[in-house]
């Protein structure tokens, strides 16, 4: 993907299919003088609404159930023209609701806090609950050519999505929260063709056992940037390759950064679905990458996890990620080369490498 084309969409309107997190976001500003702002959250809401802020046609599957959360997110959801068609599967269950607080540190830096009860009241708020198989089921028979599926939660109804799109040619994208039920976990990662996690969370996957699955392994470093490593044949490494974070002119909110990176990631490489991801060169693929630390970058001038695209009209929105990727800001991929003495140590203690001693 040239620098002139970073928001092309080569393909008319290419399809994403995704279930996970979708939630409602009571969002509590900084500077506390603004009253709570309600929009649609959770890392699959957000993925999902921006792909088709990109120019993708979005279709969560979700259990909205008309309370009153719901109706927030679907009005939220149909002003970024997100398709609504699976959204409504039943049983319904009640909407999540993730307060968000953001606050700041003595010397001014922005820091966010969740929170899942109520300020008001004090109770618990409603929790995430997955799709039924039964549902999926229904989904899958009436399935067109969706070019990929999102998944960051495993259930039984994950997985018989993700198999039915693989089906129709599509790219699957695993970002997990959690290990989640292991076997569901192990059985998602075998599906999975590209991988992504923050490194807060690489704790609770390892020891996973990644196996043959995902062709693309993702970690993201926060303000350090991120790492990956590639089994596509025209963008193979030979371990973890770095790419520095860009530069944030004013940090306003780091919350949902990670999601931005997703869908620029997505948008880079998965418009041809599978097929197009296994013809990219190495090039296409960091090129992909720079683009979702450019997306996360921009995000961070704004309060949310999607309040860039409340703030500025779409035009502004590629004139300043433009800028953001022309001033650089972020070095080029490097080899992270281990140390004699940690190479030497972990041959022996890493099964992954090949030659755990017993």
């Known amino acids: 993907m040239s620098r002139s084309s970073f928001f092309e969409v080569v393909t008319k309107r290419p399809t994403i299919l995704g279930t996970g997190l979708i939630t409602l ?8 003088n603004r009253g709570p702002w309600l929009c649609t959250g959770g890392t699959c809401g957000n993925v999902l609404t921006i792909m088709s802020y990109l120019g993708w046609q979005a279709f969560p599957v979700a259990r909205l159930n008309g309370d009153a959360a719901s109706r927030h997110v679907e009005e939220d959801l149909k002003r970024w023209e997100v398709h609504l068609d699976h959204a409504r599967t039943t049983p319904g269950s009640r909407t999540p609701i993730v307060v968000h607080r953001i606050f700041k540190t003595p010397e001014g830096l922005p820091f966010h806090r969740f929170s899942w009860t109520c300020p008001n009241c004090g109770a618990w ?12 089921r229904s989904i899958a028979e009436r399935l067109a050519s969706p070019k990929v599926f999102f998944l960051d939660r495993v259930s039984r109804a994950a997985l018989l999505l993700a198999k039915a799109c693989i ?66 044949a025209g963008a193979r ?122």
């Open 125 to 136: 708020l409603p929790g995430y609950r997955p799709v039924l198989a039964s549902a999926a």
């Open 167 to 232: 089906a129709k040619g599509a790219l699957v994208f695993f970002e997990p929260s959690g290990l989640g039920e292991p076997r569901l976990f192990r059985e998602a990662l075998g599906l999975a063709h590209i991988l992504k996690y923050s490194n807060e969370r690489v704790r609770s996957l390892q020891g996973a056992g990644h196996g043959e699955g995902p062709v693309l392994e993702i970690e993201t470093l926060g303000a350090e940037g991120l790492r990956y490593r590639s089994r596509i």
């Open 237 to 358: 490494t030979d371990g973890w390759e770095r790419l520095e974070a860009y530069q944030v002119a004013e940090l306003r909110d780091a919350g949902g950064a990670g999601d931005w990176c997703t869908a620029g990631i997505l948008h880079g490489l998965a418009q041809n679905g599978l097929a197009g991801l296994t013809t990219i060169r190495r090039s296409q693929l960091e090129e992909a990458l720079r683009f979702g630390q450019a997306l996360a970058a921009w995000n961070c001038g704004f309060e949310g996890a999607r309040g860039g695209m409340y703030a500025v009209d779409k035009p502004t929105f590629r004139r300043q990620v433009q800028s953001i990727i022309s001033q650089g800001g972020s070095k080029a991929a490097q080899r992270e080369v281990p140390s004699p003495g940690v190479r030497e140590a972990f041959e022996c203690i890493c099964p992954a490498c090949g030659h755990e001693v017993a």
């Open 25 to 32: 976001d009571v969002i509590l500003g900084a500077d506390g």
